[in-house]
C-alpha cells in the first residue's frame, strides 16, 4: 500500500496527463476531474499496485468511461472523420456501433477506417513520426 506522500508525488508527476485523458473521453471538466479523484481515491485504498502510474492510467480511463456512459450522449458530427479520429475515439471506449452511429455511417465502412488508420499509424510508428 502506497503512503499519503508516495500518492501526492504522483499526483504532482501525472495528475495533468491523467485529467487530459479523462477529458478527452468524458469531454466535461467537471467529470473529467471526478474521474481523475476517484482513480486516486482508488489507488489510497488499493493493497496491492506494483506499477502505479500504469495502475493509474487505466483506472483514470476506467472511472471516466464510466462517467461517459452515465451522461446522455449528444453526437456531434465532425465535417470529416479521419480513420486516426476513429482510432482514438475506438481506444477510449466507443464500440464499432457507438461509432457508426455518431458518426452517421455504416458499421462496414468504420471497420474499414479503423482498419486503415491501425496501418497508418504502424506506418508512422515504424518511420518515427506522430
Do not use: C
Request: glycine share 4%.
Amino acid at each position: 500500500m502506497l503512503d499519503r506522500q508516495a500518492i501526492a508525488d504522483l499526483y504532482d508527476r501525472h495528475a495533468s496527463r491523467l485529467y487530459a485523458i479523462a477529458l478527452r473521453i468524458t469531454g466535461d471538466r467537471d467529470s473529467a476531474a471526478d474521474a481523475l479523484a476517484e482513480a486516486f481515491v482508488a489507488l489510497g485504498k488499493s493493497s496491492e499496485v506494483r506499477e502505479p502510474e500504469t495502475w493509474l492510467i487505466r483506472a483514470t480511463r476506467d472511472h471516466a468511461l464510466a462517467r461517459q456512459t452515465q451522461k446522455p450522449s449528444a453526437a456531434v458530427v465532425p465535417k470529416e472523420t479521419t480513420p486516426r479520429q476513429l482510432v482514438e475515439e475506438a481506444w477510449y471506449g466507443m464500440t464499432v456501433t457507438d461509432l457508426a452511429t455518431t458518426h452517421r455511417t455504416s458499421e462496414a465502412n468504420v471497420r474499414m477506417m479503423l482498419r486503415d488508420g491501425m496501418a497508418q499509424l504502424r506506418r508512422q510508428f515504424a518511420a518515427g513520426t506522430k
